[in-house]
Every structure is written in structure tokens, then in C-alpha cells.
């Protein structure tokens, strides 16, 4: 069964700052996602990574995939209010076709 | 264009109820997933389709839990005689297994806005 971890929980935060979001997952996976959810909100999609060594950017968010460590990074630069939100990551099994899900990461960015 | 729709968008019921969530698929998405979300167990995968078929429903929590897909494309989940314990937001998610969608990545699963269920 596929276990996943995200640190920290809660992050909170200046704007400016930057700060990493760290996943690690306990099996193998063939890609991985991450989500972003506002309060209230479903989820939105920020990245797919398909493969090791991946590295996606969007903005100010910039996420990276190690399949041998089963690790994933989401990192924030010069961070601004509109990034608070919850971020979550969801590698998918090898063997199949859903996602699990981390427990998310809650990021509040403070002016 | 028309994303993932789901309906209603909030559901209060008496326990005991049986309640149906339904699930409107982006157009043309071949797979279809239910989830839930709630404080203590986070988002829980419930069961994917593939098609009309359910390869994989072994995230339903209890027998009260089934799904089913017509068409290929709207899912209805139902609760039967539900209990406190399934309130929750329950969320759909389609993807295209095989066909690169248009701003998205193979496999990529977009999720509706939810319905959420508060069982009194």
C-alpha cells in the first residue's frame, strides 16, 4: 500500500520568503501530481511529473521528482498572499490508476 | 469549457437515508474517480471507472458504498443507510487515459467542486 508524507503540515510564512513543501512516498510510483485547494475549493491541478528528474515551473512555484529517493519538492520563491492555500501531493501506484493522496500541506503567506 | 460537474453541491440528510451523489465527467474523459475528503482521514480514494467497468472499487468503505457509470460517462454514487461518519465532501475526477488533453498531461485527473454531505 502506498503511504505518503508531506512536511510540514502547517507552514506559515512571509511574503518574500522562499520555502520548500516536501513529499515522500513508500512505493513505487510512475508519476506524481500536485494539487492546490482553496478553502472551500476543490482541487486544482498545478503539476504532473512523469518521470525522475522531472522539474516543472509555474510562477513562483517549481516542483521536482526524485523516483529513487520517492521524493517530490514543491518550492517557493519570493512568496506572495495569493500563494496561501493548501498543497497537496498524490503519486500514482505503478499498478494503478488512482492517486493517494498526502495530508496536505497548509500554507498561509502573511504580507 | 465545461469542466467536472457534480451534483447537488450540498446535501444534509437524516441518518438512516439513503442519498445519491452524481457525477458529470468532462466530455469525452474515459475514466472516472470518486474520492471523499473529510477532517480526519484526509482525501480517500473510493473507486475508479474505466469506462462503464469498475476495475478498481476497493476504496469503498462499506458495503452501504456503491457507484455506478452509464454510457460511459455520468456516475452516481450511493450511500446507503448512512451514518455520521460519512459526512464528508465527496469528490469526482475524470482523466483521458490514452489522449493528451488540451493544457494537461496524460492521465491527468480534474476534479468537480464536490458535494458536500452532513449526515445529522
Known amino acids: 500500500e502506498l503511504k505518503v508524507e508531506q512536511n510540514p503540515l502547517f507552514l506559515s510564512m512571509q511574503e518574500g520568503k522562499n520555502y520548500t513543501i516536501y513529499c515522500n512516498y513508500s512505493?513505487?510510483?510512475?508519476?506524481l501530481y500536485w494539487y492546490r485547494q482553496d478553502p472551500g475549493k476543490s482541487l486544482e491541478s498545478l503539476f504532473v511529473?512523469?518521470?525522475?528528474?522531472a522539474v516543472k515551473q509555474e510562477g513562483r512555484l517549481m516542483a521536482s521528482l526524485d523516483t529513487k529517493a520517492r521524493l517530490s519538492t514543491l518550492h517557493i520563491t519570493a512568496a506572495v498572499h495569493d500563494l496561501s492555500a493548501t498543497y497537496f501531493c498524490?503519486?500514482?501506484?505503478?499498478?494503478?490508476?488512482?492517486?493517494?493522496f498526502g495530508e496536505g500541506t497548509q500554507l498561509t503567506v502573511n504580507p | 469549457g465545461a469542466g467536472v460537474s457534480q451534483s447537488p453541491s450540498n446535501k444534509v440528510t437524516e441518518k438512516g437515508k439513503d442519498v445519491e451523489l452524481r457525477c458529470d465527467p468532462i466530455?469525452?474523459?474515459?475514466?472516472l474517480y470518486w474520492y471523499r475528503q473529510s477532517l480526519g482521514q484526509g482525501l480517500e480514494f473510493l473507486i475508479y471507472?474505466?469506462?462503464?467497468?469498475?476495475?478498481?472499487k476497493s476504496g469503498l468503505p462499506s458495503d452501504r458504498f456503491s457507484a455506478e457509470r452509464t454510457g460511459g460517462s455520468v456516475s452516481t454514487l450511493t450511500i446507503q443507510r448512512t451514518q455520521q461518519e460519512d459526512s464528508a465532501v465527496y469528490l469526482c475526477?475524470?482523466?483521458?487515459?490514452?489522449?493528451?488533453?488540451?493544457?494537461?498531461?496524460?492521465?491527468?485527473?480534474?476534479f468537480g467542486p464536490g458535494t458536500r454531505l452532513t449526515v445529522l
Open positions: 471507472f474505466q469506462g462503464n467497468s469498475a476495475p478498481d
Open positions: 466530455s469525452g474523459h474515459t475514466a
Open positions: 498524490a503519486p500514482r501506484e505503478t499498478s494503478g490508476s488512482r492517486l493517494t
Open positions: 475526477a475524470s482523466s483521458s487515459p490514452s489522449l493528451r488533453t488540451s493544457g494537461g498531461a496524460y492521465n491527468e485527473q480534474f
Open positions: 511529473l512523469l518521470s525522475n528528474g
Open positions: 512505493t513505487t510510483s510512475d508519476r
